[in-house]
């Protein structure tokens, strides 16, 4: 089975740095998704990381270790457009369905 | 831009109706998935195929919901009959070799 644990909400300033952790536990791993999603719309592909290491991306970058089951999301320069919700999510099966944790609502203030 | 299309965006629906929504998805991708979202629940994955053919279905109701994919542009999730409980955001996406796409949602409001 899977297991997907995030922090339920986070609270972070604007131009500050955020960080959002997300473990996880499965039978067999084939990569680790970040999707985005803002209230009432639907989620947006972020980061995929299926080696060990950092992903830059801009303002955002994904962390992940395989060893430790363990993915972290890094938000730099924060601005009021990312209070959103941030889900981790990983394939399982053999046709990769995407099984989602719970989300974190992170809510960025001036 | 490719896109995911789901309809209705919104449905308000009295108890024990039919509904049924409707996604159609990138052309090209194989495989497509129904989940459900609600506060308490998160993103549940209720049912997914591929290549038209259902694979799995276990997070679904078997009582009351229904997926099909009649064919390659259009995939439905029927419910019958709705209750107050299904009251939910229901998401369709596809997923090709590059990914995993949302559609906008189909929130059902059942009274």
């Known amino acids: 089975g899977q297991n997907i644990d995030q922090p339920t909400e986070m609270t972070a300033t604007e131009g500050a740095i955020v960080q959002i952790n997300c473990t996880y536990q499965t039978s067999g791993f084939n990569g680790l998704f970040w999707y985005q999603q803002h209230a009432g719309e639907a989620p947006t592909f972020l980061s995929y990381n299926v080696l060990d290491g950092l992903e830059e991306k801009g303002r955002f970058s994904s962390f992940l270790s395989r060893s430790k089951g363990y993915s972290y999301l890094l938000l730099k320069e924060l601005q009021m457009k990312d209070s959103a919700s941030y889900l981790c999510a990983v394939p399982s099966g053999g046709y990769n369905k995407l099984i989602f944790g719970a989300g974190t609502r992170l809510a960025v203030h001036p | 831009d490719a896109r995911v299309t789901q309809t209705p965006r919104h449905k308000v629906t009295e108890m024990g109706q039919e509904v049924t929504m409707r996604c159609q998805p990138i052309l090209g991708h194989n495989t497509v998935f129904w989940y459900r979202q609600t506060m308490m629940q998160g993103l549940e994955l209720l049912a997914y195929?591929?290549?038209?053919?259902?694979?799995?279905d276990s997070g679904m109701p078997k009582d009351r919901f229904s997926a099909e994919m009649p064919d390659a542009t259009l995939a439905t999730l029927k419910i019958q009959p709705s209750e107050p409980r299904d009251s939910a955001v229901y998401f369709c996406?596809?997923?090709?070799?590059?990914?995993?796409?949302f559609g906008s949602g189909t929130r059902l409001t059942v009274v």
């Open positions: 195929f591929r290549n038209r053919a259902p694979l799995d």
């Open positions: 996406a596809s997923s090709g070799l590059y990914g995993y796409t």
